[in-house]
Each structure stands twice: as C-alpha cells, then as structure tokens.
C-alpha cells in the first residue's frame, strides 16, 4: 500500500525546493501521487455507492477499514494541490486527477448522522436481540426511518413488519374480544386506524377491530350500567347528595355508550334517583341566585349605583318569592329618596348656568375687537422672523429677535414669535449635538480599533458617522479613521497567524510521537487539537489543518477503546456463567456494542437459537434434583396424577431431553396408580366388595372324598343335615340360584369337612369355604389402603391359597383369582409385569362356564372342576389334589417378592443426568477453540459437554472435549458442538 504521508511531503519539497527537479523525478513523482489519488477515489466510490443504496453503516465500516479513508483524504487533499498541477504543467506531466471530495463530505455528514442515530439503532438491535412485540420494533423503526429518511433498508423492514403484523393482528383482535379485554381493544383500534402505516391494515381488520372495540365497550358498560342502578338506589335511599351526583356523572358517561334510547328498562329503574337529583340541583341554583342577588344589592348600595340599575335588582330579589328584611328595605327606601333629592339639585344648577353663559358671550366679542386691532402689526414681525429661520440663518434670525425684544416687547413675548424663538434654539441645539455626536463616533471608532473585539464596533461607529457628516472635511476625518482602523486589524490577523503556525507544528510533532495505547494522552491530545481547531482570530485554511490530525487521534482511541471494551464485555460474559438470563443479557450487550465483531456474529446465532435450551437443562436439573428423592411405591391416586402432570408439564415444555426417556418410564409406573380410582373419584376396590357381597351366598357344605375325587354338596345354612346311622342325610343344592335341591345319603366316613368335635356324635365345620373366604376378603377390604394397593391385594391372593380355600370350587377360586388380579393390576404396573403369566394363562385357558359348579353330580361340572383345578396348579395354587404347588415361580409368595422388588426399584429412583454450567465456548484470537471456566471449578481432565438444536431442532448433548492444562482438546469432537457463546457442561456426579 502506498505511503500517503510520505507522497505528499516529497511535493512539498519538490514545491520549496530552490532547485527543480529532473523530469523523470517529477513524473514519477506525479505518477505516485496521481496512483494515490486513484486508490482514494476508488474507496471513496465504493463508500458513496453503499451511501447512495441507503446502506450508511456499511459505508463507515468500510471508510474505518485502515487505513482511514478520511485520515488519507486530509492527507492528499493539501492546500498547495492547485499549485503542483501547475508545477507538474510545466513539465509536461498530465497532472493528477481531481479528488473526489464531496464524497468525503457525505461520508463526513454520514458520521454525525450516525451519532444523531446510534441511541436509536442500539434500541433497533436491542429488541430485536430480545425479539420484543412488533408493536414495538415497528415504532422505533418508524422514527428511524423519519430521522433517517435517505435509507431506504427502513422501508423495506417496516414493510415486512407491518405484513407480519397485520397477521398477528387477527388473533389478538379475536383473543381480546373473547376476553373482554377493553383496554387491549382500544389499544388495538388506535394501532390499525393510526396514520404511520406505510401498508396500511386491510378493511376488514380496521372493521373487526373497531367492531370488538364498540361490543366490548357496550358490554362493558352495560354491566357498569346495572351496578350504578344499585348504587344510585342507594345514594337516592341514603340522601346522600354528593355521591348520587357523582354516580350521576358516570352513569350519563356509561348511557352515552351502552343505550340507544330512553325506553331502555335500566332508564325506567334509574329515573327516581335521577329526578331526585334534579331537584335538589335546582333548588341549590335557586338559593345561589338569591344569595348573589343580595350581594350584588349590597355592593349597588355601597357604589351608589343609579337609580334604573338598582330598581333592576330590587325586581330581580321580588321575583324570588322569597321574604326581604325589614333592615334591607329601609336601606333601598332611603337610597330611592336620596337619588331623587340629587335629581332636584341638578334642574336647578342647570338653569343658573344658562344665565351665565349669556354674559361671558358678549365679553368675548368686546375682547375679538381690541385683538383685531393689534394683529395687523404682529404679523409684520412674525412674516420677517420665520424667513430668517426657514432659510436657516440662525444666526440673524437671533439677532433680529434680539432687537425686536427691545422695540417691541409686547411683540416678541406674543406666542408666534416666542415659537420661533424657540425654534431657534432648537435648531442651534441640535447642530451642536450632531457636531458632539460625530466627534464622539470617532474617538469610539479610534479606541475600539485597537483591539480584535473592538473590531466590530469600530466598523459600527464609522457607519453611524457617515450618516453624521455634512461636509467634505468631516468626511475626510472618517476616512482617515477607517484606514487607521484597518491597518490595526491586518497587524493583528498576521501575528495571530504566526503564532497559531508555531502552536500548530508543535501540535503536529506531538501527534506523531504519541503512543496509540495511552488513552489518557490520546484524548488529551484530542481535546487540544479540538480547542486549536476552535481557536479564534486565525484563518480557517490554517485551521483546516488541524482536523484530520485530530481525526486520527480520535479514530486511534477509538480503536483502543473498541479493543478495551471488547475485552470488558467478555469479562461481562465470563462473569455471567451460571446465571442465565445474565449471560444472555451479557452476549446482547456484547452484540449491540460490537456488532461488526465475528464473535457477535456467532454470539447472534446461538442466542437466537439456543436460550431456551440452556432454560430446558436448568429445569430438568430442579426437576431432577426433587424428583429423584421422592419414594414412589406408596401413593394415592390424586398423588400420582399430580406427579404426572407435573412431568408432562416439562416433558411437553422442555423435549427431547436424556431424562424424558427415564421419565417416560416413572409415568409409565404412576399412570396406573391413577387408575386406583374411577370417574367419580371411587377406589376400584369398591368393586371388589361388591362383586363379593353379591356373588358369594352364605352356604354351608358336606366336602367327600370318593372315588379319588372330591365333591362338594351345598346345602342350606338353617337346615344342618340330620344322621341316620353312619349316614349323613342330606338335601343340597343343584342350581346356582340355590332354590332346587336333591336328597341323598353320605357315608360318614367318606366326610373330609374339618371336625370341630369328634366322639360319636362327631361335629363339623359346615361353613363353605367360599363363605369363608368371602367373610376374611371383605374384612380385607374393609381397611383397604389405596396407596398400599399392592400389600392389601397380595393378601387377598395369599387368602386364595389358603388351606381352607383349597377346599372351595376349583371353578369359583378360578373366577376370584381372575377378579383379584385383573383388578389389582389395573391399579399397579409392577403387579402387571409381575403377574404377567397368570393373565396370560387366564385369558388363554376358557373354561366351560356352562357346566354348574354346585352339583357334585353333574358329569360337566365334574369335567369343568377337573380343569379348574388344572389351571389352578398351573397357575401356582395349591389345591386339594396337590397341596404343594411345583409352579414355584408362580405362587403368590414368589410373585410377590417379585413385585417388591419392582417397587423397591421405585424408591429414589435414578431418572436420568444432570448437568453443572461451568464455562462457555469460543475462539480466542488465533482461532484456537477454548473453554472459559467459572474460578471455582476445576475442570482438568473432566469431559465438558455442550447443548444444542439438532435435528428437528430436538437438543443434543454432545461433548466437546477434555481440558488439558489450559488448552481444549477437540480432537475426535463432532464439529456441530462446536459454536462460540454455547454454555459448557459436565455431568453431575
């Protein structure tokens, strides 16, 4: 790249330099400027071609980009250009070409522009960082686009805001008319009928707002218009006046809105109230009238008013109907007769007066003739003295008075002449103070000279004095103080000149000698140039010198404080690791403040994208840290469907998480504790008790074991079957409604019912099994506790294989086992999987529910008895024919370790990772990838993880590296993880 400075000061050399130069030396030194100029130029249209699109901000990047163009521009731009086109002439040199300077001015004018802006375009960037409502962003972008109307980009994003906006418009017309929202309507209305649309609204938004606005509004007070009946009644009711006035106020606000007219039922219920209200109003008007008209009566009596106005406020206080004071009427009668006394005197006066007049007229006749007489000689003197003075000969025309004074005294004291006497001396008065006056403008004019402030005024005094002078000698004398007065002025603007020449080299020097990393003598710097820029009484192509130094003072500062600020609003985010929205606002305030910075960029991207994933870990890792410490094998159903809806809550909110597939699976465990109870909020073992009340009768049996099988005969509890030897005679039942029976006779020792008391009149235990049974499970569930659902139904099973419940109906254990399960595992997962097998044997071994189990007889019910009793065996119940179940993993004991242990699983489960926050990621300077860490965490050698929007934008935890030393190790790293600005992890221990 060219060395500007060093061009321009080889000119100058060439230009002071007592020798010239060879002609090859100044082409090619004509030849390096002019390739100067050209690569300005080029910049400089490149800077006025983004300035012509609107695109002002990308045009300052651009003339920032070092070198400075402006700083280069004051280079090359030197007041000695003209001059070496000249020189270059002479030898034959084309010259360089023109600078493209009024380009440099837009560029000028586009930075104070851009100052006037930044507040505005910080608030642009800001809410759109933050994606703040539209409403919003479209006002600033308005008063952007009014203050910055040369770019048209403001245009074009209101335009595509407006066009998103008026589909937003829609659903909050419709969801704050479905609320009656009428703040939010009104607001609404005021936002589609405003004038600052550049699209505006279509029709039929304007009418929808308008017409939701005007229903809500009727409605609205039409319900303030029922409450202030009552409230009226009341006021009306209470005489309470001031309140009924002000109700009165606000019901006339709401009426105006809400009725169309006064046959409305409301106008009818409110009208006592109102009618009251009425009269008191003019009752209290009345008595104002009265007390006014008695003040404005005092005040009349006082002022002596005339006697037509005072009658008009004595009829005025008549008309009141209202009794007058004895005191105020003696007042008025003594006033009348006063006024009428007056009225007399005056007739009188008015007569003498007519005498008088009459006399004095013929006096002033008498005294016309004797005048006459005198005036003839008067005028003579007059006529001469007004020539004197109109032709200007003061001086005679007060010798001539003089004289006349000593002839004629009654003359010269007469009015005429003492008014040119007069005139005289006027005359003479003011010649004398234009002489002292043009003598003074002077002097001020010659003092004032003397001093550059004086300047000014001086040139004022010799204004004013030209409009003074009346002769060429007086003239001469201004002229000779305004050459005096000049040549004073050119002294002082060469010594001013020198002297600022002499500051501004020294200036200079210190300019080039300062180190760019010292703020403090930067903006020292800046701050004299700015005050020698500043300094009066120098010629401004002196002073134009001194700006471009100044600007690249100003542009090396800047340029310092970028870099301190960029590194302190990093220190910002460091700081804010661990705190979410701080690290967000942190990165926000990054990428306002930086946005040219490749870091903003890529901060821009993850916190547009990713914020609500950081939020998703920080939930999930409360979400966790609770849930994983709660005992879930004892819970009522209300409890289960509160914890359900709470983890849907966040796996609905915050997707795609590790976690959800763990607590996916607990949801999967309480959904059937819900399920404990039906609709209407009822234990399902309710049904149990039931089923039970209604399908186990009170029996009594006579149990036998013949022919290798036993058989069971039902008989009624009230009639205990009578002996008959060693026989048992008995009639037991054969259907299942238990109303038909069939005799027989029993060998006594066939008999295997318990006995109760042995001898020869032995006694059994009748009672059939099933009543039994039936008697211990509605005891059972009589203390049913919901929330140890699995216990009480494990005890009803284990009541199934009890001893004497092997001696019930293998059909009837089958048929309560199937009830006992089905419903028990309804209400608990661990029981579904546990007892898995025994549904699945159950639905796919039917038994034949045709064949009766009460008949001991029936070949079919025999036949059905056998395979319940298989079916039992399978199942892992003891019966009769094999009291020792060989099922081992099937007995109720076996399964039901197996459900503790599936609960027991339950027990401050383990639902997935949680993650600690303990740095951020990002490229330092030379591109290396580096892990910021919070200073309290140690991170050596731990595997740091970051979070992310994978596919269908489902997070992915994904790890990043390991920190070795003080260096990132991404080697064998997905590159995606990678991203500056993401937040790092590791996994909680």
Request: charged share 30%; glycine share 4%; with cysteine.
């Amino acid at each position: 790249m060219l060395d500007y400075e060093q061009i321009t000061d080889d000119i100058r050399t060439v230009l002071t330099a007592e020798i010239d130069p060879t002609k090859e030396a100044m082409r090619e030194l004509d030849e390096r400027y002019a390739r100067a100029i050209g690569e300005v130029n080029e910049r400089l249209r490149e800077c006025g071609a983004l300035l012509d699109s609107g695109l002002r901000t990308e045009a300052i990047h651009r003339c920032e980009a070092e070198p400075n163009l402006l700083n280069i521009v004051a280079i090359i731009d030197f007041p000695e250009f003209d001059v070496w086109v000249d020189f270059a002439k002479q030898f034959s040199c084309p010259g360089p070409p023109r600078i493209l300077t009024e380009i440099a001015e837009q560029l000028n004018d586009a930075y104070n522009e851009e100052a006037s802006l930044g507040d505005l375009l910080r608030q642009h960037r800001l809410h759109a960082l933050l994606r703040s409502p539209l409403p919003t962003r479209l006002a600033i972008l308005r008063t952007l686009a009014h203050r910055d109307s040369g770019t048209p980009i403001w245009q074009d994003d209101i335009r595509a805001y407006e066009k998103v906006r008026h589909n937003q418009l829609r659903g909050e017309i419709e969801a704050a008319f479905a609320g009656d929202d009428l703040p939010a309507l009104a607001l609404l209305e005021q936002e589609v009928r405003a004038r600052d649309w550049m699209q505006a609204p279509s029709n039929e938004i304007i009418d929808k707002a308008t017409k939701s606005h005007t229903a809500v509004r009727v409605k609205v007070a039409r319900r303030r218009l029922d409450q202030l009946v009552d409230e009226l009644t009341s006021a009306h009711s209470g005489f309470d006046v001031a309140r009924g006035r002000l109700l009165r106020s606000r019901w006339h606000a709401q009426a105006a809105i809400a009725l169309d007219g006064e046959d409305d039922p409301l106008v009818e219920l409110v009208a006592p109230a109102l009618e009251w209200l009425a009269e008191q109003d003019r009752s209290e008007q009345e008595e104002a009238d009265y007390a006014s008209t008695l003040a404005a009566i005092d005040q009349a009596l006082d002022d002596w008013v005339p006697r037509q106005d005072l009658e008009r406020l004595y009829y005025k206080l008549q008309s009141s109907d209202r009794e007058i004071s004895s005191q105020l009427t003696i007042r008025l009668a003594e006033r009348f007769e006063a006024l009428d006394v007056n009225a007399r005197r005056r007739s009188r006066l008015i007569a003498l007066g007519s005498v008088s007049l009459i006399a004095l007229v013929g006096g002033i006749i008498a005294w016309g003739i004797y005048a006459h007489a005198r005036a003839g000689v008067q005028a003579k003197y007059v006529a001469s003295l007004t020539q004197l003075v109109d032709s200007g000969s003061i001086a005679e025309a007060e010798a001539y008075a003089s004289k006349l004074e000593q002839i004629a005294p009654e003359v010269y004291t007469s009015k005429e002449i003492q008014e040119l006497v007069s005139k005289m001396h006027n005359i003479r008065s003011e010649e004398e103070g234009r002489q002292a006056r043009l003598r003074q403008l002077l002097d001020s004019a010659r003092e004032s000279g003397t001093s550059w402030e004086g300047y000014g005024p001086a040139r004022s005094f010799l204004y004013d004095a030209d409009e003074v002078v009346k002769n060429e000698h007086e003239r001469a004398e201004a002229a000779s103080v305004r050459r005096e007065i000049e040549a004073t002025r050119r002294q002082m603007e060469k010594q001013y000149n020198d002297d600022f020449a002499t500051d501004l080299t020294s200036y200079a020097t210190r300019c080039e000698a300062v180190d760019t990393s010292d703020l403090d003598a930067l903006k020292r710097l800046v701050q004299e140039g700015e005050l020698l820029e500043q300094r009066p009484r120098v010629a401004n192509e002196l002073k134009q010198q001194v700006k471009p130094l100044v600007l690249r003072l100003s542009a090396q500062r800047e340029s310092e404080l970028r870099s301190r600020d960029e590194s302190q609003l990093i220190a910002n985010i460091d700081r804010a690791v661990g705190d979410r929205l701080a690290f967000q606002t942190a990165m926000a305030t990054f990428i306002e403040a930086m946005p040219q910075k490749p870091l903003a960029a890529a901060l821009k991207q993850v916190l547009e994208k990713e914020p609500k994933i950081w939020e998703g870990i920080e939930r999930w890792n409360a979400f966790l840290q609770v849930w994983e410490q709660r005992d879930y094998r004892f819970l009522s159903a209300a409890e289960a469907a509160e914890l359900i809806e709470e983890a849907e809550a966040i796996m609905a909110q915050y997707p795609g998480f590790p976690a959800v597939a763990d607590v996916r699976k607990l949801v999967d465990f309480l959904t059937p504790i819900t399920q404990r109870v039906d609709d209407d909020g009822r234990s399902r073992h309710l049904v149990l008790n039931e089923r039970l009340t209604d399908s186990i009768p009170d029996l009594r049996v006579a149990l036998v074991y013949k022919n290798g099988q036993y058989l069971r005969y039902y008989f009624n509890p009230v009639k205990v079957p009578p002996y008959i030897g060693n026989e048992l005679s008995i009639y037991y039942f054969v259907d299942t409604g238990f109303e038909e029976t069939r005799g027989t006779k029993i060998a006594q020792h066939l008999l295997v019912n318990e006995v109760i008391r042995k001898g020869s009149n032995s006694e059994y235990d009748w009672t059939a099994p099933q009543t039994k049974f039936g008697r211990f499970a509605l005891d059972r569930l009589a203390g049913f506790d919901e929330s140890n659902w699995e216990r009480d139904f494990y005890r009803l099973l284990e009541g199934l294989d009890a001893d004497y419940a092997m001696k019930m109906a293998p059909q009837v254990r089958v048929q309560l086992l199937g009830l006992f399960l089905r419903v028990g595992c309804e209400g608990s997962g661990p029981m579904r999987e546990a007892y898995k097998s025994h549904l699945d044997l159950l639905d796919s071994t039917a038994l034949d529910q045709a064949p009766t189990w009460v008949d001991p007889e029936d070949a079919s019910g025999k036949k059905t008895s056998t395979a319940a009793t298989g079916l039992l065996k399978r199942l892992g119940f003891r019966t009769l024919e094999n009291p020792t179940s060989t099922t081992t993993n099937m007995t109720p004991r076996f399964v039901t370790t197996k459900v503790v242990e599936l609960l027991n699983e339950k027990n401050k489960p383990k639902l997935g990772s949680r993650y600690a926050w303990v740095g951020w990621l990002r490229r330092d300077p030379l591109q290396k990838w580096t892990v910021i860490l919070r200073p309290d965490f140690d991170a050596e050698n731990r595997e740091l993880l970051v979070a992310y929007p994978g596919t269908n934008d489902q997070p992915q935890i994904a790890k990043v590296g390991t920190l070795a030393g003080s260096e990132l190790d991404v080697r064998g790293v997905h590159a995606q993880g990678l991203a500056s600005g993401r937040p790092v992890y590791i996994v909680v221990p």
